[in-house]
């Protein structure tokens, strides 16, 4: 499984944007980017996912170059309850999910 | 709709005993996966099954074993608790064409004491 590197934590301020950035370097060509969502004390929950270029879904966007080896993905306008911990994977679309350590996201009033 | 649904949503366990955990998939899902979350770390994986059957297993010893009724809900069993084995326990559910798109359950917390 193709190993993800991300920062581990990052502030930022209530309706900025905020992206977040993932490095997989040796992505696999059967490889899709995904990415959860996890408050404290609940499950992870799915925010999007692609192969390449962008996505946009109601709640973010993802962007993956053209050598997919690193994405970003991107929150607009954050408010307090997305203060989670965002998880970057990267794997066959086969529902055995390799979770990281994650990026810890704190947004401030 | 009832999302994903885990029972029980404590337990305490002394060393060497067994525990059993419960998981109720989202109506017409037949994919159930386990996952273990130790406290700081991400969510590791421990069993996916489809139709009743392990379609895939994650790195966990003998001692973690699971099953899929008809109903598509799930058992996750662990014998010979150790205290390593104290952690969030996670089910996920998904469609079969859901592509890593999976529904997370609030999870067990087992303590091993």
């Known amino acids: 499984l193709a190993k993800t590197t991300q920062p581990i934590s990052m502030d930022s301020y209530e309706g900025q944007e905020v992206n977040i950035t993932c490095s997989h370097n040796?992505?696999?060509?059967?490889?899709?980017i995904t990415w959860y969502q996890q408050f404290p004390s609940q499950g992870p929950r799915f925010i999007i996912q692609?192969?390449?270029t962008k996505v946009t879904n109601e709640v973010a966007s993802l962007f993956i170059p053209a050598d997919r080896k690193s994405s970003t993905l991107s929150l607009p306008r954050v408010s307090l309850s997305d203060t989670a911990v965002y998880y970057c994977?990267?794997?066959?679309?086969?529902?055995?999910?390799?979770f990281g350590k994650g990026n810890q996201v704190v947004v401030i009033p | 709709d009832a999302g994903v649904t885990q029972s029980p949503t404590h337990l305490i366990k002394t060393r060497g005993q067994h525990v059993t955990l419960r998981c109720s998939p989202i109506?017409?899902?037949?994919?159930v996966s386990w996952y273990q979350q130790v406290l700081g770390q991400g969510p590791q994986f421990i069993f996916q099954?489809?139709?009743?059957?392990?379609?895939g297993r994650g790195n966990f010893p003998d001692r973690f074993s699971a099953r899929q009724f008809p109903n598509y809900s799930s058992e996750l069993n662990v014998n010979a608790l150790l205290l390593g084995d104290s952690a969030l326990y996670l089910c996920?559910?998904?469609?079969?064409?859901?592509?890593?798109?999976?529904?997370f359950g609030p999870g067990t917390r087992l303590t091993v004491l």
């Open positions: 996920a559910s998904s469609l079969p064409t859901g592509g890593n798109e999976q529904f």
């Open positions: 692609g192969y390449k």
């Open positions: 109506s017409g899902h037949k994919s």
């Open positions: 099954y489809y139709e009743k059957e392990e379609r």
């Open positions: 994977l990267v794997g066959e679309r086969n529902n055995r999910l390799a």
């Open positions: 040796n992505i696999a060509t059967n490889d899709y």
